[in-house]
């Protein structure tokens, strides 16, 4: 366990580092971008040591991985985000640990949250995810991308939903850099045109300030664009063998 901590202790640290750098190179104060560990496939004991050495904030995406970790987790001063593509069967267990779902991309998945929500009494944060593969759709809606998320045309129409939704807070945009359409391969492209749609949906919902972009590999890009919060788990966690 000594070694483990000392691993995650050092990735940590070499992390921070990175995202200090981006924000000084950006012109931004340090305190602007949230870290979000995304500890799916690694286990509850790393998250432990995690909380342990001052990360709050972290990330899952299957909901059969994260609701016992949640569980054997609960005594800790974590906020749990939901990043993967969620089904509407699975809502019922996200809603019970997940503080923010950052994969919002469908009016009935919307439903579904607030029913959950509203019957446990929770307020649920949300995030628009917004699919830039999806964005030259030809249904004048947006349609979905490769990896879950509603084309830009579609964010603003989803934002207004959630935001009159009981138990839901509308907090704002996520997207995934894409690997096909116009911003495959232009990472910054990207994080600067999901920039221009929460300036867009800003102006009728200011609270609704959340950008959450940028994992491992482009994190620095991310921070450029403006990026209030980045996604971060092999810098952080090591590479591991996916579960299941």
Known sequence: MTDRRSELAGNLAAVEERIAAACAAAGRKREEVTLIVVTKTYPAEDVRILSELGVRHVAENRDQDAAPKAAACSDLPLSWHFVGQLQTNKVRSVVGYADVV??????????????????????VGCLIQVALDAEQSATGKGGLGERGGVGAEGVEELG??????PGLRLDGLMTVAPLTGPYA?????AFERLMDLSTDLRRAHPAANMVSAGMSADLEHAVT???????VGTAVLGVRPRLG
């Open 160 to 165: 207004e939903l959630v935001a009159r939704t």
């Open 185 to 189: 391969g232009r990472e910054q492209a």
């Open 225 to 231: 664009a403006g990026a209030t919060h980045v996604r």
């Open 102 to 123: 950052q994969s919002v991309d469908r009016a009935r998945l919307v439903t579904a949250l607030s029913k959950e929500a509203v019957r446990t009494e929770r307020e």
